[in-house]
């Protein structure tokens, strides 16, 4: 028997990390508790106050005669209503700027629970069934590939061995571009749940992302210093590609993808400039708008499309937010998916 136990497959690791996440659990859960109990339970003083401030004092026959004519008062201790948290949307939106919310608690105490079910869950399948778990994402890859046989195709897209010249820093400028422009749609989504594409509620939806929502000004400035560094590494991408002479045959596509892909960035730059709504993006806008309508035959087009009319209103920020966030980063995704793949199929251009 002693022998089985020792041949028993429950790592020293896992017995720590479940034993871990117990402690921890109930540390939490204990407390939560007395932080429960505390705020609902009124202070004693607080009741004793009330209480003796509506007692009458009968210290003479007199009083006593006085009040057993009057009316009977009913002295009743109101007890203070037990201290609320603010609504979900108030932790969301900031307006209760502690860490420990709700939310918090809920995402905490939920992960712990989880982590604690699951715990259970594999070590009692260890001693009944004696056989090791595998990683969750394993079984979770062979329940997918199981069932639509994509671990070939995956392995010849994943795994093909890079050129010792191609692990240079320059080589990566592409990379880090394709990496930005996730962060950027990220950020974007973020900020995209609380502005407002109005003239009356632009401004004030920006002001209030960076005041008022926790974390808004961060998300923020990521947001804006990342269209930057998208901008330079595209730029820089597109010149270390050109010196290289890797626009050449037989990747004259592979070119012009990337040219189509710079003009994006720069399209999502000058539209994304506009939504603050502010005398900047105001003025900004109304002069590059003004070099596009300077272009041989079509700036007038140009002029007028960009505008909705020939000056910039509320319905050239409609435009603006319309292309910013659905037009641009559609044809993006659509070039980048091109650009990868031709890259991917005739491989990375040799140094010179």
Request: aromatic share 12%; hydrophobic share 45%; glycine share 6%.
């Amino acid at each position: 028997m002693r022998k089985n136990l020792g041949r028993l497959p429950i790592r020293r690791s896992l017995q720590k990390v479940f034993f871990f996440s117990l402690i921890l659990t109930t540390i939490l859960l204990t407390s939560l508790t007395i932080h429960v109990l505390a705020n609902q339970s009124p202070p004693q003083n607080q009741l004793s106050a009330s209480t003796s401030a509506n007692t009458p004092s009968l210290t003479s026959v007199e009083s006593i005669f006085k009040a057993s004519l009057q009316p009977q008062r009913t002295f009743s201790a109101t007890l203070p209503p037990p201290k609320q948290d603010p609504c979900l949307h108030c932790h969301i939106t900031g307006e209760n700027k502690n860490l420990w919310t709700p939310l918090a608690r809920w995402a905490i105490f939920g992960t712990m629970g989880l982590i604690f079910a699951f715990g259970m869950y594999r070590t009692g399948s260890v001693i009944l069934n004696r056989k090791t778990w595998k990683p969750l994402t394993n079984r979770t890859a062979e329940w997918i590939d199981e069932r639509y046989e994509i671990s070939e195709p995956l392995s010849k897209v994943l795994k093909k061995p890079v050129p010792k010249y191609a692990l240079r820093w320059f080589y990566c400028l592409g990379g880090i571009t394709a990496f930005l422009f996730v962060v950027q749609g990220v950020t974007g989504i973020m900020l995209a749940f609380y502005y407002k594409p109005t003239p009356e509620a632009a401004y004030a939806s920006i002001q209030f992302i960076e005041t008022q929502v926790r974390f808004g000004a961060a998300i923020r400035a990521i947001h804006h210093w990342a269209a930057n560094g998208m901008i330079i590494m595209c730029t820089a991408h597109m010149l270390r590609v050109f010196i290289m002479g890797a626009y050449k045959n037989p990747r004259e596509m592979n070119w012009v993808s990337g040219v189509l892909l710079l003009v994006l960035t720069l399209a999502f730059g000058f539209t994304g400039y506009l939504l603050p709504w502010d005398q900047r993006a105001f003025w900004a806008t109304t002069v590059g708008s003004e070099i596009a309508g300077a272009v041989p035959i079509i700036g007038n087009l140009a002029l007028v499309f960009l505008r909705v009319g020939w000056n910039v209103t509320g319905e050239t920020l409609s435009r603006f937010y319309a292309l910013h966030v659905i037009i641009i980063p559609l044809l993006t995704v659509t070039f980048m998916f091109a650009h990868f793949l031709m890259v991917r199929r005739q491989g990375v251009m040799r140094p010179l």
